[in-house]
């Protein structure tokens, strides 16, 4: 596609419910990571995907988070029992080839409300 | 641990003002240091970036000035416009990383009043 896409836009999700965020990468992007935007605070990195492998999952706040990357292309955030601490704009980047000399195109976010 | 400090939070200019946004950091490792333009509902979108081996890079209107030892650098927006009205995030990156992870600032919401 054109650009990065990511779905859903919005979600509201009761407590302890479970979440899955998708997000389709630039075709022939290679590099892709996802970061999460809580109000008032920069971008937090969660994970970096080189096609279908995770060198990097550092970011990931607990172990109820977790991603996949399927056919070096689309891929999924997945939280767990989710909590309200949980809430915030999860945002997903895609790079040609990793590195920061390639810049990063990022999707319009999945704003994940949890009640 | 906050690696990358960013100031202020939010900051009003007129039309035809300077915007200046600053951005400290700690970890001496970092070598890039880019600048990221958000649009309500949008995601944020690469502005200009620099290397510490410069200490000013411009394009058009919008300048980033760096000070390797004082480990700081600064956005600064010349000719301030409405539409300049986003939030502006700085970003730091660490050579030894090869794959561009980010270390992002707090970001700044700037509003530009006609």
């Known amino acids: 596609g054109a650009g990065v896409s990511q779905s859903p836009s919005n979600k509201?999700?009761?407590?302890?419910?479970?979440v899955e965020l998708?997000?389709?990468?630039?075709?022939g992007h290679t590099a892709l990571y996802w970061y999460r935007q809580s109000l008032g605070q920069g971008l937090e990195f969660l994970i970096y995907f080189q096609g279908n492998s995770a060198p990097d999952k550092s970011g990931l706040p607990s172990d109820r988070f977790s991603a996949e990357r399927t056919g070096g292309s689309v891929s999924t955030l997945t939280i767990q029992r989710t909590q309200q601490e949980d809430s915030a704009v999860y945002l997903c980047a895609s790079s040609p080839r990793p590195g920061r000399n390639y810049g990063y195109t990022f999707g319009s976010g999945t704003r994940l409300t949890v009640v | 641990q906050q690696q990358v400090k960013q100031s202020?939070?939010?900051?009003?200019?007129?039309?035809?003002?300077i915007s200046i946004i600053n951005?400290?950091?700690?970890?001496?490792?970092?070598?890039?240091?880019?600048w990221y333009q958000q649009f309500p509902g949008k995601g944020p979108a690469l502005l200009i970036a620099i290397r510490p081996d410069v200490s000013e890079k411009k394009e058009g209107r919008f300048t980033i000035s760096f000070n390797k030892s004082a480990k700081q650098f600064s956005l600064h927006i010349m000719d301030s416009q409405p539409g300049d009205?986003?939030?502006?995030f700085c970003a730091a990156?660490?050579?030894g990383t090869s794959y561009g992870k980010l270390t992002f600032g707090q970001g700044t919401i700037l509003t530009v009043h006609p």
């Open chain 1, 12 to 18: 509201v999700t009761e407590k302890g419910k479970d």
């Open chain 1, 22 to 27: 998708r997000c389709d990468p630039i075709s």
């Open chain 2, 8 to 17: 202020p939070q939010s900051l009003i200019v007129q039309k035809g003002g």
């Open chain 2, 23 to 34: 951005c400290a950091y700690e970890n001496t490792a970092f070598d890039y240091f880019p």
């Open chain 2, 85 to 88: 009205s986003a939030t502006y």
């Open chain 2, 93 to 95: 990156s660490d050579g």
